[in-house]
């Protein structure tokens, strides 16, 4: 299960490790309070619904969804 790190970073089960600005994150999750959003580094997309981050697509494992805060 991929993880979010607090604030503003995720890493998914094949290692990558997502990082964005805080001002990122906190729009995006504002954005997906009424429909999905999705953010991309590079091959990953991380998919924001109700305020939250909810999962990672990932060209390697094809889908991790988001556990919790480390």
């Not at 290692?15 to 805080?22: I, K, Q, T, V």
């Amino acid at each position: 299960m991929a993880t979010e790190l607090f604030p503003s970073s995720f890493r998914c089960d094949c290692g990558e490790e997502l990082d964005f600005s805080e001002g990122t994150i906190h729009e995006m999750k504002k954005m997906s309070k009424n429909k999905h959003v999705r953010l991309g580094e590079g091959k990953h997309t991380i998919i924001f619904h109700k305020g939250e981050a909810k999962e990672i697509l990932c060209p390697k494992l094809k889908k991790c969804a988001i556990t919790s805060f480390e």
